[in-house]
């Protein structure tokens, strides 16, 4: 790998993070293609850098009482990195059956991104030093355990005391155990990432929320439209034909609630995971960035999802065609 730089050597270590960034597009490209991702894409991970710029921005006022001009330069370039980067390895657990959703196992993917964007990066530091740049521009020590923990305060897990503390959530919430730990962090950037992707509805409110959701549910059902196609190709359904039909909607209907409940769960969550930031900082989280994280929301999405066991088929995959974005 030699590095590209146009005619000239990188000037600043932002030009430095962009050649990374080049890098890191073109490895999310490659596992799209590889694993039939429709989430995990360059549009989710644009996403995230965008929501965490949101972020940022919002309470860089505060963070410059505590940081130097060129350390906030510094940490922007990092959390722009982190976000794009933060799922570039996706690694999923072997299905035992075709017809049986695929899942990540707990921290897998995670951990390979972090290790396979920190080996690229150690790569170009040495690559880097034999054109004479001034060691300041190249990746630190500090900068490389940054992206690591930023990287790391995305995983997600399901919290085995749901419904056991004082604020209640269901049996399978998710969160992200970064925000929730008490001991000091690296920097700022891990809580932002972390914020920024679970962050769609509150960012960006209801309809990308959903679209999302689907998005999600069509990546690890691979078999999804295989299944829609051959249901509505038939006149008469078979007694094998109505068990597909009944598994599929039991798996549509199953994210539909997971859909409701996570968006209860995001609102409810919201207090606890910008605790570690200061008050100042908390307010503008609070009435500037989720904004759509409030009640009338929650009640807006439970009548438009469809959760009930009466719910018809059709109507399930009706839903799911006509929220895609």
Same mark, same amino acid.
Not at 3 to 23: D, G, R
């Given at each position: 790998?030699?590095?590209?730089?146009?005619?000239?050597?990188?000037?600043?270590?932002?030009?430095?993070?962009?050649?990374?960034?080049?890098?890191?597009?073109?490895?999310?490209?490659?596992?799209?293609?590889?694993?039939?991702?429709?989430?995990?894409?360059?549009?989710?991970?644009?996403?995230?850098?965008?929501?965490?710029?949101?972020?940022?921005?919002?309470?860089?006022?505060?963070?410059?009482?505590?940081?130097?001009?060129?350390?906030?330069?510094?940490?922007?370039?990092?959390?722009?990195?982190?976000?794009?980067?933060?799922?570039?390895?996706?690694?999923?657990?072997?299905?035992?059956?075709?017809?049986?959703?695929?899942?990540?196992?707990?921290?897998?993917?995670?951990?390979?991104?972090?290790?396979?964007?920190?080996? +690229? *990066?150690?790569?170009?530091? &040495?690559?880097?030093?034999?054109? =004479? $740049? %001034?060691?300041?521009? !190249?990746? /630190?020590?500090?900068?490389?355990?940054?992206?690591?923990?930023?990287?790391?305060?995305?995983?997600?897990?399901?919290?085995?005391?749901?419904?056991?503390?004082?604020?209640?959530?269901?049996?399978?919430?998710?969160?992200?155990?970064?925000?929730?730990?008490?001991?000091?962090?690296?920097?700022?950037?891990?809580?932002?990432?972390?914020?920024?992707?679970?962050?769609?509805?509150?960012?960006?409110?209801?309809?990308? +929320? *959903?679209?999302?959701?689907? &998005?999600?549910?069509?990546?690890? =059902? $691979? %078999?999804?439209?295989? !299944?829609? /196609?051959?249901?509505?190709?038939?006149?008469?359904?078979?007694?094998?034909?109505?068990?597909?039909?009944?598994?599929?909607?039991?798996?549509?209907?199953?994210?539909?609630?997971?859909?409701?409940?996570?968006?209860?769960?995001?609102?409810?969550?919201?207090?606890?995971?910008?605790?570690?930031?200061?008050?100042?900082?908390?307010?503008?989280?609070?009435?500037?960035?989720?904004?759509?994280?409030?009640?009338?929301?929650?009640?807006?999405?439970?009548?438009?999802?469809?959760?009930?066991? =009466?719910?018809?088929?059709?109507? !399930?995959? /009706?839903?799911?065609?006509?929220?895609?974005?």
């Amino acid at each position: 790998m030699k590095p590209t730089f146009c005619n000239q050597k990188p000037s600043s270590f932002a030009k430095i993070v962009e050649l990374v960034e080049n890098y890191v597009r073109g490895e999310i490209e490659q596992e799209i293609k590889d694993k039939q991702l429709c989430y995990h894409n360059l549009d989710h991970a644009l996403a995230v850098k965008r929501r965490a710029n949101i972020i940022f921005n919002a309470i860089k006022p505060i963070l410059s009482t505590e940081y130097r001009v060129e350390e906030l330069q510094r940490l922007e370039s990092l959390i722009n990195l982190c976000a794009l980067a933060h799922d570039m390895v996706q690694l999923f657990d072997d299905s035992p059956h075709p017809h049986q959703p695929r899942k990540h196992l707990m921290g897998v993917s995670e951990t390979a991104t972090a290790n396979k964007l920190l080996r +690229y *990066i150690r790569n170009l530091n &040495q690559k880097l030093l034999s054109y =004479n $740049l %001034d060691a300041a521009l !190249l990746f /630190s020590d500090r900068d490389q355990q940054i992206i690591q923990d930023a990287i790391r305060a995305t995983i997600c897990h399901q919290d085995p005391q749901a419904g056991k503390a004082s604020y209640t959530f269901s049996t399978n919430s998710i969160y992200q155990p970064y925000l929730y730990e008490v001991r000091p962090k690296i920097s700022i950037a891990g809580s932002i990432i972390a914020l920024a992707d679970l962050g769609t509805l509150g960012i960006d409110g209801i309809n990308k +929320y *959903i679209a999302d959701g689907i &998005q999600i549910f069509q990546e690890n =059902n $691979l %078999d999804y439209e295989f !299944l829609l /196609s051959n249901y509505y190709l038939r006149d008469q359904l078979s007694a094998a034909d109505i068990t597909v039909a009944n598994n599929l909607k039991a798996r549509l209907l199953a994210m539909t609630r997971l859909m409701v409940s996570f968006a209860q769960e995001r609102h409810a969550r919201l207090e606890l995971e910008i605790s570690g930031f200061s008050s100042p900082a908390q307010a503008i989280l609070r009435q500037q960035i989720f904004i759509y994280l409030n009640q009338e929301t929650i009640e807006e999405i439970k009548t438009i999802i469809p959760t009930q066991d =009466n719910t018809s088929l059709e109507e !399930l995959i /009706s839903f799911f065609r006509c929220h895609k974005i």
